[in-house]
T-cell receptor, first 115, second 115 residues
Framework: AQKVTQAQTEISVVEKEDVTLDCVYE???????LFWYKQPPSGELVFLIRRNSFDEQNEISGRYSWNFQKSTSSFNFTITASQVVDSAVYFCALTPGVGAGKSTFGDGTTLTVKP | EPEVTQTPSHQVTQMGQEVILRCVPI?????FYWYRQILGQKVEFLVS????????KSEIFDDQFSVERPDGSNFTLKIRSTKLEDSAMYFCASSLGLGEYNEQFFGPGTRLTVL
């Protein structure tokens, strides 16, 4: 069985602060994919990043960075110099890499960035 | 980049009415999925579909739900007699297939409001 835990329900920061959103996952699969999605108030899921289980390289994209550590089953997401437009719900998700299995989402973290 | 599309973006219906939510998966994908997100909650798996039949379904996917691939491009979710608690965002997803090709791509969602 798969499980994704986002322990932080809500985070509030002031603009320009750095913020890290935690994601811990459980799976018995050796091959899997991890995702982060942003969900603005309009409701759509905006894809941010996918990472496969064989690629532990950390990634940076502009103000966003991701730290994938298989040893601790974590895939954390950091926003540097946060902006008001970053305010949204962020979901971490896990998909098996073998078979046509379903994606499992975390409960989401609501990020509020105040001016 | 190819994308999954969904129509309509917002559907309003009366309780007891039938609704059909439509999705156009990425053209060469073979596996199709529906997920649901009740307002303020996480994204939950409903059903997966492959080779013209359901491959897995959750306990949410009861007899009032059905899925169909009526032609070579569309993938539909039908709710036969809507209830107030069916109000949610419904996301369609598709994937190419097995193994390393099991990455799921999500559509923008349909917001269903049952009055």
């Amino acid at each position: 069985a798969q499980k994704v835990t986002q322990a932080q329900t809500e985070i509030s920061v002031v603009e320009k602060e750095d913020v890290t959103l935690d994601c811990v996952y459980e799976t018995r699969d050796t091959t899997y994919y991890l995702f982060w999605y942003k969900q603005p108030p309009s409701g759509e899921l905006v894809f941010l990043i996918r990472r496969n289980s064989f690629d532990e390289q950390n990634e940076i994209s502009g103000r966003y960075s991701w730290n994938f550590q298989k040893s601790t089953s974590s895939f954390n997401f950091t926003i540097t110099a946060s902006q008001v437009v970053d305010s949204a719900v962020y979901f971490c998700a896990l998909t098996p890499g073998v078979g046509a299995g379903k994606s499992t989402f975390g409960d989401g973290t609501t990020l509020t960035v105040k001016p | 980049e190819p994308e999954v599309t969904q129509t309509p973006s917002h559907q309003v219906t009366q309780m007891g009415q039938e609704v059909i939510l439509r999705c156009v998966p990425i053209s060469n994908h073979l596996y199709f999925y529906w997920y649901r997100q009740i307002l303020g909650q996480k994204v939950e798996f409903l059903v997966s579909f492959y080779n013209n039949e359901i491959s897995e379904k959750s306990e949410i996917f009861d007899d009032q739900f059905s899925v169909e691939r009526p032609d070579g491009s569309n993938f539909t979710l039908k709710i036969r007699s809507t209830k107030l608690e069916d109000s949610a965002m419904y996301f369609c997803a598709s994937s190419l297939g097995l193994g390393e090709y099991n990455e799921q791509f999500f559509g923008p969602g349909t917001r269903l409001t049952v009055l």
